[in-house]
């Protein structure tokens, strides 16, 4: 089975998306929905798909839950939750028992637009962690480069976690990249505990300005930390539209894959994926 393990369904005109607000993000500021994704699922031989959250709604999460529920390409459900709510335990099992519940894989917060960048470590954020950890659900690091030494101290403090970092951490791809960066992927790569999605890359470029060669060094460093197990493909779409077609986006992963040895694509295409979110299909 071929995975995309992380893309968004949203629709601004039944609710508000603060990060949609940019100017140069108008050509995504539309609704896009289970019936614009599968025909380039098909197109592209993808078998299935995970949706991740975009708001942070509960409304949005039994939404994801119900598409699941109705669009069977739809195998997993990345939602969000707030960590700090002292009920977290109550409000996690009545999604579970939601139509489309079983698919509720992980949860995510939007951590990187978080004023403090510690956000991760405190106390009611921690206790809201074990609460979703209990439920035997990955959590999802939506952090920069600044915000990865919480996601490392967090993965250390839950050994027995599964957690999943997006977009490997953003790298300042359009730049060039940093040595901070670098050097907190390994260190966060050696929890052996974190997978990484190689997904959002090219919108971390210069939109009109990349290829395969330019996103290569950053895919081959997380291939370096993370080894062939804990890489997964993503296509971000829509928001990847902004730098590319969902195709233009695949077929620079796979090339970028193909020259790291010979079951990283495989793997990273599907197989790490079920063992990330311990998917329940066949």
Known sequence: MIIDAHQHFWDPARADYPWMDAPELSPI????????LAPLLEANGIDASIVVQCRSALEETEEFLRIAHENPFVIGVVGWVDLTDGDLGDTLD???ALPGGAKLVGIRHQVHDELDADWLLREDVQRGLTAVFARDLAYDFLVRTRELPAAIATAQAFPQARFVLDHAAKP????????????????????GNVWCK????????TWDDWDAERLLPFVAHAAKCFGEDRLIFGSDWPVC???????????ALEACLAKLGPNVREKAFGVNAKAAYRLRVA
């Open 198 to 205: 190689i997904s959002g890359l090219a919108t971390e470029a």
């Open 29 to 36: 500021r539309r609704a896009f929905g289970p019936a614009d």
């Open 94 to 96: 009545r999604l579970r």
């Open 172 to 191: 300042p791809i359009a730049d060039g990249g940093s040595d901070e960066w670098t050097d907190r992927m390994a260190a966060l790569a050696a929890c």
């Open 241 to 251: 539209l902004l730098a590319g077609s969902y195709g233009d986006i695949k077929r």
